[in-house]
């Protein structure tokens, strides 16, 4: 299997820069001549806007000591492009006139949070020229990664005080350039260093709108292609037509594409409220249902989110069970209420936004909603084009791009990076706060280390190794949930602590073993002991009916209602039960056991607890 990064570099956006408009380009021009931008897979640049650029800004002008000397060796402009990279963290390639200038970080390490800028080679040399910000002349042949420059080597000099503060290098001959941090006793380790080659930055600054028209032909061609697309899988399947809309730029753009090509009586929009969306993103969703003329749907999921938290515990990236409970489950059951016959879902998903979205068809069936046929018109553009089509096409903007965020959604997606998080506690510190304090809480009744929450280990419950070096802790929960949990086995005899009152218990996990006729054969009775249940079976389980059985009673004493299972049952055998969680329909049910792997504590909560094995192990 290939690795994310060599799926990413085979699937990598090319973009070009014109060098006499001194703009991007979303392909070679036959106008003036153009350089493809160097950038780091995959690729996928964007325009920086609003508060993003004024945090960029900000921080190169606390780089170089002040606005003064950064703005006499960069060209301060109104387009600059950013470019997400691998990094513990948040980190960004600055574009700034076709040069990769520097990168834009969000440093973790040493136990603190903070911004920084790491200058890169175009940048380096115009530092090294003009002698400002901090750079070092160097008495050396050559420079090379890893090497550390001693005090008595450096001829010219300006160092910071703080170590580990970036400083451009040179040596004396101009032959070779890099990047270095200091060291104690004014020695500078050398981070990155390249042999010298020419470099020019523009004199022209156009607006966003001037790219806009030099790309005005390459947008019209990709617009055309989509909306072709669209018609072409709407002939091909003839179903009802909905545009999954997530309040993203992707959407707003794959929206309008639907509209274009079927007209608004053809489109309805499908939005998802989680419980936690940003406040301004459900405005934003009704204003722009109704400025595009087309019907709304929403799939609302209320408070579950809030509820499921208490028996999963908090969310994970590779423990993501807020996805089935505050998405997939709503979207479901509003799915098959309104479209029992299928549905066409478009959506805005990129193939340069992911390892997983790259090698995604541009059609497929969704493996996670029944009868739901998906396609992504914008498969194929890059981060660029939707900017420039938004531009072009003067479409309405959420609001929260201009606040600094790239990324909308859930605003406590595991996903998300402490960049992002400094993003959300500086807009929105309610917010922040509630989802710290609740993650503050769960990590002292584990006894859990600070750096848990305040370095964001709660986004993984095996984090990657470089996380777990940066963040210098390794204290990692045992479990991150609350639900049942098989606690002892004998020969015929299995202890589970259901973590709920018992208030019919033993005719509850008898109903869930409806859907497992085999295992619920070897049952010989369910009896309330001391708190917990006794399982008593008429010969040994093998292990694979030991987990049935756990995922069963996880299913009979913790069920949050979502009805997932509902939604899949074939033969509409599930319902909601009065005294809490859901019934099986014993007289109707098949005994497909399809219910029990769709739950998502049947799901997820075996797999958290695998996987905290392995990292306790690790």
Same mark, same amino acid.
């Given at each position: 299997?290939?690795?994310?990064?060599?799926?990413?570099?085979?699937?990598?956006?090319?973009?070009?820069?014109?060098?006499?408009?001194?703009?991007?380009?979303?392909?070679?021009? *036959?106008?003036?001549?153009?350089?493809?931008?160097?950038?780091?897979?995959?690729?996928?640049?964007?325009?920086?806007?609003?508060?993003?650029?004024?945090?960029?800004? =900000?921080?190169?002008?606390?780089?170089?000591?002040?606005?003064?000397?950064?703005?006499?060796?960069?060209?301060?402009?109104?387009?600059?492009?950013?470019?997400?990279?691998?990094?513990?963290?948040?980190?960004?390639?600055?574009?700034?006139?076709?040069?990769?200038?520097?990168?834009?970080?969000?440093?973790?390490?040493?136990?603190?949070?903070?911004?920084?800028?790491?200058?890169?080679?175009?940048?380096?040399? &115009?530092?090294?020229?003009?002698?400002?910000?901090?750079?070092?002349?160097?008495?050396?042949?050559?420079?090379?990664?890893?090497?550390?420059?001693?005090?008595?080597?450096?001829? =010219?000099?300006?160092?910071?005080?703080?170590?580990?503060?970036?400083?451009?290098?040179?040596?004396?001959?101009?032959?070779?350039?890099?990047?270095?941090?200091?060291?104690?006793?004014?020695?500078?380790?050398?981070?990155?260093?390249? /042999?010298?080659?020419?470099?020019?930055?523009?004199?022209?600054?156009?607006?966003?709108?001037?790219?806009?028209?030099?790309?005005?032909?390459?947008?019209?061609?990709?617009?055309?292609?989509?909306?072709?697309?669209?018609?072409?899988?709407?002939?091909?399947?003839?179903?009802?037509?909905?545009?999954?809309?997530?309040?993203?730029?992707? *959407?707003?753009?794959?929206?309008?594409?639907?509209?274009?090509?079927?007209?608004?009586?053809?489109?309805?929009?499908?939005?998802?409220?989680?419980?936690?969306?940003?406040?301004? /993103?459900?405005?934003?969703?009704?204003?722009?249902?109704?400025?595009?003329?087309?019907?709304?749907?929403?799939?609302?999921?209320? %408070?579950?989110?809030?509820?499921?938290?208490?028996?999963?515990?908090?969310?994970?990236?590779?423990?993501?069970?807020?996805? =089935?409970?505050?998405?997939?489950?709503?979207?479901?059951?509003?799915?098959?209420?309104?479209?029992?016959?299928?549905?066409? *879902?478009?959506?805005?998903? &990129?193939?340069?936004?992911?390892?997983?979205?790259?090698?995604?068809?541009?059609?497929?069936?969704?493996?996670?909603?029944?009868?739901?046929?998906?396609?992504?018109?914008?498969? %194929?553009? /890059?981060?660029?084009?939707?900017?420039?089509?938004?531009?072009?096409?003067?479409?309405?903007?959420? =609001?929260?791009?201009?606040?600094?965020?790239?990324?909308?959604?859930?605003?406590?997606?595991?996903?998300?990076?402490?960049?992002?998080?400094?993003?959300?506690?500086?807009?929105?510190?309610?917010?922040?706060?509630?989802?710290?304090?609740?993650?503050?809480?769960?990590?002292?009744?584990?006894?859990?280390?600070?750096?848990?929450?305040?370095?964001?280990?709660?986004?993984?419950?095996?984090?990657?190794?470089?996380?777990?070096?940066?963040?210098?802790?390794?204290?990692?929960?045992?479990?991150?949930?609350?639900?049942?949990?098989?606690?002892?086995?004998?020969?015929?005899?299995?202890?589970?602590?259901?973590? &709920?009152?018992?208030?019919?218990?033993?005719?509850?996990?008898?109903?869930?073993?409806?859907?497992?006729?085999?295992?619920?054969?070897?049952?010989?009775?369910?009896?309330?002991?001391?708190?917990?249940?006794?399982?008593?079976?008429?010969?040994?389980?093998?292990?694979?009916?030991?987990?049935?059985?756990?995922?069963?009673?996880? &299913?009979?004493?913790?069920?949050?209602?979502?009805?997932?299972?509902? /939604?899949?049952?074939?033969?509409?055998?599930?319902?909601?039960?009065?005294?809490?969680?859901?019934?099986?329909?014993?007289?109707?049910?098949?005994?497909?056991?399809?219910?029990?792997?769709?739950?998502?504590?049947?799901?997820?909560?075996?797999?958290?607890?695998?996987?905290?094995?392995?990292?306790?192990?690790?």
């Amino acid at each position: 299997m290939k690795s994310k990064i060599e799926v990413l570099k085979r699937v990598a956006a090319t973009t070009y820069w014109g060098l006499s408009s001194n703009s991007p380009l979303l392909r070679e021009s *036959s106008s003036e001549p153009s350089a493809k931008l160097r950038l780091s897979p995959p690729g996928d640049c964007r325009p920086s806007l609003g508060f993003h650029t004024k945090l960029l800004f =900000k921080i190169l002008e606390e780089y170089f000591g002040s606005a003064g000397d950064a703005w006499r060796v960069l060209p301060r402009r109104k387009i600059v492009l950013a470019n997400k990279i691998q990094y513990p963290d948040h980190a960004e390639e600055i574009v700034i006139d076709g040069q990769v200038v520097g990168h834009l970080i969000y440093d973790i390490s040493r136990g603190e949070r903070r911004w920084r800028f790491r200058p890169l080679y175009a940048l380096v040399g &115009r530092m090294i020229e003009e002698e400002a910000g901090y750079f070092a002349v160097v008495d050396a042949p050559k420079l090379s990664r890893g090497y550390v420059i001693k005090r008595s080597r450096l001829l =010219k000099k300006n160092l910071p005080e703080r170590r580990d503060e970036y400083v451009a290098l040179a040596t004396s001959d101009m032959r070779y350039l890099g990047v270095g941090a200091v060291l104690r006793g004014e020695r500078i380790y050398v981070l990155k260093s390249w /042999t010298r080659r020419l470099y020019s930055f523009g004199d022209k600054d156009p607006s966003i709108l001037e790219a806009v028209r030099r790309n005005e032909d390459a947008l019209r061609e990709m617009e055309e292609e989509a909306i072709a697309f669209v018609q072409s899988i709407y002939e091909k399947f003839r179903l009802p037509v909905v545009v999954s809309f997530s309040g993203g730029k992707d *959407s707003l753009v794959t929206l309008k594409i639907a509209v274009e090509a079927l007209g608004p009586e053809k489109v309805a929009v499908l939005f998802n409220n989680t419980g936690i969306e940003f406040p301004e /993103t459900i405005e934003y969703v009704y204003h722009v249902a109704e400025s595009m003329g087309v019907k709304i749907l929403v799939a609302d999921a209320g %408070d579950a989110f809030w509820r499921a938290v208490e028996i999963f515990g908090p969310p994970a990236r590779d423990y993501r069970w807020c996805c =089935k409970v505050a998405k997939l489950a709503p979207i479901g059951r509003l799915l098959k209420e309104n479209f029992p016959d299928g549905v066409l *879902s478009l959506v805005g998903q &990129r193939r340069f936004e992911s390892a997983s979205r790259a090698l995604s068809p541009r059609v497929w069936r969704n493996a996670w909603l029944p009868k739901v046929m998906a396609a992504s018109p914008i498969l %194929d553009w /890059t981060a660029l084009a939707v900017w420039l089509y938004i531009y072009w096409r003067r479409l309405p903007v959420n =609001k929260l791009y201009y606040m600094g965020f790239d990324r909308l959604g859930c605003w406590l997606c595991p996903a998300v990076e402490l960049g992002e998080l400094d993003l959300l506690e500086r807009w929105k510190p309610g917010l922040a706060k509630k989802w710290a304090s609740y993650l503050s809480s769960f990590a002292s009744e584990r006894g859990l280390p600070k750096a848990w929450v305040d370095m964001g280990l709660w986004r993984w419950i095996l984090p990657p190794k470089d996380i777990l070096r940066v963040a210098g802790e390794d204290g990692l929960p045992e479990s991150r949930d609350h639900a049942v949990l098989l606690i002892e086995e004998g020969e015929t005899r299995y202890v589970l602590r259901t973590g &709920r009152s018992l208030e019919g218990s033993p005719s509850r996990l008898l109903n869930m073993l409806s859907s497992l006729p085999l295992l619920k054969e070897k049952v010989a009775a369910v009896e309330e002991a001391g708190g917990h249940l006794l399982v008593a079976t008429k010969r040994p389980l093998t292990e694979e009916e030991k987990k049935d059985l756990e995922k069963a009673a996880l &299913r009979a004493y913790n069920c949050l209602q979502c009805m997932e299972c509902a /939604t899949w049952c074939p033969q509409q055998a599930i319902v909601l039960d009065p005294k809490g969680g859901v019934r099986i329909l014993e007289d109707i049910c098949a005994g497909c056991s399809l219910c029990n792997r769709k739950c998502p504590l049947a799901e997820y909560v075996p797999k958290a607890r695998e996987l905290a094995r392995r990292a306790k192990a690790s």
